[in-house]
């Protein structure tokens, strides 16, 4: 059985994912900003689930995180880059609004079907948010979007690569977005994709740089799923997105180098 090290793992996704691989019976490390939240996510599953604080932005934190797996584990079998944000964080009115529509997302879900179908004619309007640009977006948003989700996966990487080392076939998963393909940016969600983009270059660099040990470096697209990113519009379950990362992780036989969607490669 691996050791297993999720991000961002107390909602959404990344907690499905530590689901997933609890069922597998492998020892999950569910990460969480906040303490208190991963415990309560944490109920969920079975004890065997160990639940450690992380911001993967900053530095004390992960190295805090590390002591303690080096200390108790020894080594780390596979690391997941769950964590993220961004999508929210470009809208215009941002603040103002956002509230108010999760109201309608959440409670009227009815309604929030037949304003998705007036979407632009709202957005025009100026009744749901705008969305920012490549030409438009403050580089505050973007940097604050870079320091998360390439940054906080980039440090994560340099910190525990010494233990991954130390598992027989150590892998690193990079929870990517469609939204970073490189060939089809369109400078919608700017910061969010480009950071995107981003990790999947990082991706690439580690494979690379580390194709002579046994440690593989894949990054995957859960697809749009309905989560606080995805919104209750989107189409997929968490159970799906998550999936593919859970192959990734316990797969016999995977390449490295890879972007992956639904177990299959796609394009970068
Ligand atoms: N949902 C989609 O449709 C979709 C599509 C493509 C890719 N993705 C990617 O899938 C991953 C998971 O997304 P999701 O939909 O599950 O989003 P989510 O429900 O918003 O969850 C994001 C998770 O990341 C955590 N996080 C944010 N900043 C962090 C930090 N500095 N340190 C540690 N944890 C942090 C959040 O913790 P807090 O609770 O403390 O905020 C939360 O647990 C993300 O990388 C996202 O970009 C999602």
């Not at 303490?35 to 992380?54: F, M, N, P």
Request: net charge positive.
């Amino acid at each position: 059985m691996k050791t297993i090290l999720v991000t961002g793992a107390n909602r959404g996704i990344g907690l499905e994912i530590c689901r997933q691989l609890d069922l597998l019976d492998h020892t999950v490390i569910l990460c969480s900003r906040d303490l208190s939240k991963g415990r309560e996510a944490a109920k969920l599953l079975s004890d065997r689930v160990i639940v450690s604080q992380l911001d993967v932005t900053n530095e004390e934190s992960i190295t805090k995180l590390f002591e303690n797996i080096s200390n108790v584990h020894g080594k780390l079998d596979v690391l997941i880059n769950n964590a993220g944000i961004g999508i929210r964080s470009e809208e215009a009115n941002h603040k103002i609004l956002t509230g108010v529509k999760n109201i309608i997302e959440k409670k009227f879900k009815g309604v929030w079907l037949i304003t998705k179908n007036f979407t632009p004619a709202l957005r025009k309007a100026g009744f749901i948010p705008q969305k920012k640009s490549a030409s438009d977006v403050p580089l505050t948003i973007v940097d604050n979007i870079m320091l998360t989700n390439v940054y906080g996966a980039w440090r994560m990487i340099q910190v525990f690569l010494p233990l991954l080392m130390k598992s027989r076939e150590g892998r690193i998963i990079n929870i990517s977005s469609g939204l970073g393909e490189l060939k089809t940016l369109t400078g919608e969600y700017p910061g969010y994709s480009l950071s995107k983009a981003s990790l999947n270059a990082l991706t690439i660099m580690f494979a690379n740089e580390l194709k002579a040990t046994s440690i593989k470096v894949n990054a995957m697209c859960p697809g749009w799923v309905k989560t606080d990113m995805g919104g209750p519009g989107a189409p997929r379950t968490v159970s799906q997105g998550a999936d593919t990362a859970v192959w990734l992780a316990t797969a016999n036989d995977i390449p490295s180098g890879k972007f992956f969607r639904d177990r299959s490669e796609i394009n970068w």
